[in-house]
């Protein structure tokens, strides 16, 4: 299973540079290009990872150099930007080739130091490079619902969220009889799916089929940046996190109420991430809201800020910082520089965002906003989380302190996407099955009723 375009990687590891979309719909090639895709594919890698970047630089397509420099970017800086996260080049491993969109598409599967990469090659019909991606590699395990969530007790209705951005969704609703509370699931940064699939794991399922269990309905849907990727791609200079996430959480809102078997008088925005930050936004919008609940929430709204810190921790997981992982955070250094001061031009990338999508969040305190709000919240934190860690969510508990409309958990051994686990976490946890603790599902459960009462 492949996973669409990851982020820029607050969520994940790796940069992700693209000029096309990711496609939604794959077909197999004529077999007479295969060979020639395999090829050029495998020497397109072959240079990066040789350090021959003018060579590489000459196989790009017109639209790849426009993209790579209105986001100000090379083809030897993402490259050392993979080395530093994903450890040294050790050699290629398979390719595979597919056609989508019009476009052939080289998978050449690399084996890296610390982790293994599809790194997917986009080529035009004049055999350039038109774009250019790093996908977790494909696991040979699949993903494995959770004992806690049966679907002898549920059912599940697909349903259209928006108008003019229209998402797929899936509502999963107990099988007994109503009015239910209502959950809507917010994703987390990048261009998740609705089960906002991240290797193989699907916390977003898990969620959904756990709680329906329990008796609460839970609405999910594609995020826009994956469902409309192209289109957004257009509109970069303009796009914010209303675009992104806010406009589309108000209309699962306005959704879920039209519903059967919903009480809509106990309906909950449970954010994940970059959901989890934003939630306070959407409820100051959508004054119907029951209360929320934040899973590994970030405090701070200039949420990019966290990169850095997540970029030391990674590189710094073989005991050394080498040469090229240097020269790696000062790039990031230097971008988020850009960031702080808004030194952006209109037309230029930062971060993977626009000045506008950065200034919308400069002064955007996500704990200032919920101390504001009336709503009952719960909060919720793993302790193997090093993408919002525990000093985070030391500032959610200090700023809502003495709040006892707040409840505030923390589970020792569990990551960012709220699956336990042992020792330190790493990217490379996300390539193996697993799904978000019962404990967690009980938790929320619980406390949801507790409101409903």
């Not at 119907?288 to 990169?307: D, F, Q, S």
Request: proline share 4%.
């Amino acid at each position: 299973m492949r996973k669409g375009k990851l982020v820029i990687v607050l969520a994940l590891i790796l940069i992700l540079i693209f000029t096309i979309a990711c496609a939604k719909k794959t077909v197999a090639p004529a077999v007479e290009d295969v060979e020639s895709v395999e090829l050029t594919a495998k020497n397109f890698v072959g240079l990066l990872s040789n350090g021959e970047f003018d060579e590489a630089n000459r196989m790009l397509a017109e639209i790849m150099v426009e993209g790579l420099k209105k986001q100000n970017l090379t083809l030897e800086g993402i490259w050392s930007s993979v080395i530093a996260q994903a450890g040294k080049f050790v050699e290629i491993r398979e390719i595979e080739v597919t056609e989508e969109m019009g476009y052939k598409c080289g998978y050449v599967t690399c084996e890296f130091e610390k982790i293994s990469l599809n790194v997917k090659v986009v080529l035009d019909k004049e055999g350039k490079v038109a774009g250019l991606f790093f996908l977790p590699a494909q696991s040979s395990e699949a993903y494995r619902s959770p004992e806690y969530a049966d679907p002898d007790l549920y059912t599940e209705r697909e349903c259209i969220v928006g108008d003019e951005w229209q998402l797929p969704a899936t509502l999963t609703i107990p099988k007994e009889k109503g009015p239910f509370p209502a959950i809507i699931l917010v994703h987390g940064s990048g261009p998740h799916d609705r089960d906002e699939t991240i290797g193989v794991n699907k916390p977003f399922k898990d969620l959904a089929g756990g709680l329906a269990t329990k008796g609460i309905a839970v609405l999910r849907y594609e995020k826009r940046t994956k469902q409309y990727a192209t289109e957004i791609l257009s509109t970069m200079k303009d796009f914010t996190v209303n675009e992104e996430t806010i406009n589309d959480a108000l209309a699962a809102a306005n959704l879920i109420r039209e519903a059967e078997g919903i009480d809509i008088s106990k309906i909950f925005i449970l954010g994940h991430s970059l959901g989890a930050m934003l939630a306070p936004r959407v409820a100051t919008q959508d004054k119907g809201v029951a209360g929320l609940i934040l899973l590994a929430g970030c405090p701070n709204g200039l949420y990019i800020e966290k990169l850095l810190e997540q970029t030391e921790y990674l590189v710094s997981l073989d005991g050394k910082i080498d040469e090229a992982e240097t020269k790696q955070l000062e790039e990031i250094e230097r971008q988020l520089k850009k960031i702080r001061e808004l030194d952006i031009r209109e037309d230029e990338i930062v971060l993977g965002a626009s000045r506008a999508y950065w200034a919308d969040l400069m002064d955007y305190d996500p704990v200032k906003k919920a101390r504001d709000l009336s709503l009952p919240m719960l909060i919720l934190q793993g302790g193997r989380d090093y993408q919002v860690t525990m000093e985070d969510f030391r500032e959610w508990e200090e700023g809502l302190a003495g709040q006892d409309r707040v409840c505030l958990k923390f589970y020792l051994d569990l990551n960012h996407l709220f699956i336990s686990g042992t020792g330190k976490s790493t990217p490379d946890e996300y390539t193996k099955p697993g799904n978000v603790a019962q404990v967690v599902i009980e938790d929320i459960a619980e406390w949801v009723k507790s409101q409903s009462n």
